[in-house]
């Protein structure tokens, strides 16, 4: 096995699942920090943590080699004080916690990954964002990833290499976002949403576990990293691809208004669907990832 114990904290959602799998097989223990943990299955266990204070769960990163940090309340909720409260807390207490139980640990992993969101970048059509001239942006998405990668910043552990994951809009066979656009086509409702311009960063579960494998075998490579394909689209090209791949020769396109009256129906904010994300994984490519899944069209078909 290439590693002794692989730990994911938050672990128990759809990147957390993928990432299981992946390292189940390059693993001898992965070890999963949840609220609700279940039976062993195989070389996978899961352990039970809060997310905010210290517990026996703090033991299992003893001897492990990597800490793949997952925490967060999801952002698919209605922006009111209570889930804002929730988004923010779930995520500063975890990595605070953490930094906290590994300075008490005596063998660290080498690798620290917490992850964050492409989303820290301003709402951008006119030119793409990467992390050397990215803008950040402003409102309540983009403070909570400054916070969220200010309180990793702080967590000072000599030993442990720190990468941040700015990850974007995540499509795949397993869950993510493809299911719901998806099915949006399905029910004649696979045209653009608001204008259509805006532009929509992607990546493959396929290239989350890649690149997390580049990283781990690249060890001069540390600092923050967008996880994106080099390939961004806009929302038309994007809602075309989609009602292609399900046989849907039409859709009804969904204004701003009718937006709003359906997120509010569902839970969520248009903020998901209307703004412009426009990122390149600049450092990835630079350093030599190759993409595995670099097309919108492939990452949709692979998703059906």
Known sequence: ????????????????????????????QVVIFTRNPKPANGNITMVYWDGRTMGDWATHLEDSDVLINLTGKSVNCRYNEKNKAEIFASRLNATRVLGEALMLTTNKPKVWFNAASATIYRHAED?????????????????????WEQAFADQQVPGVRKIVLRISVVLGSNGGVASYYL??????????????????????????????????????????????????????????????????????????????????????????????????????????????????????????
């Open 183 to 304: 099915n949006l086509a399905r029910f004649g409702l696979g045209s653009i949403q608001g204008n259509g311009k805006q532009y929509f960063s992607w990546v493959h579960e396929d290239d989350i576990t890649g690149s997390i494998d580049f990283l781990l075998d690249n060890p001069h490579l540390d600092g923050a990293f967008n996880i994106a394909s080099p390939k961004p689209i806009q929302n038309q090209e994007l809602m075309a691809v989609i009602r292609k791949a399900v046989g849907a020769p039409f859709g009804m396109p969904a204004t701003k208004w009718m937006l709003e009256i359906g997120t509010w129906l569902l839970r969520t904010e248009t903020e998901l669907i209307l703004k412009s994300r426009w990122v390149l994984p600049t450092r990835l490519t630079e350093a030599g990832y190759t993409f595995k899944v670099p097309d919108i069209k492939q990452a949709i078909e692979k998703s059906i």
């Open 127 to 147: 030119r793409p964002q990467d992390e050397y001239n990215g803008e950040v942006g402003s409102g309540f998405s983009i403070e909570v990833c400054k916070q």
């Open 1 to 28: 096995m290439k590693y002794n114990k692989v730990i994911l904290a938050g672990g128990s959602g759809y990147l957390g699942i993928v990432l299981a799998a992946h390292f189940s097989k390059l693993a001898k």
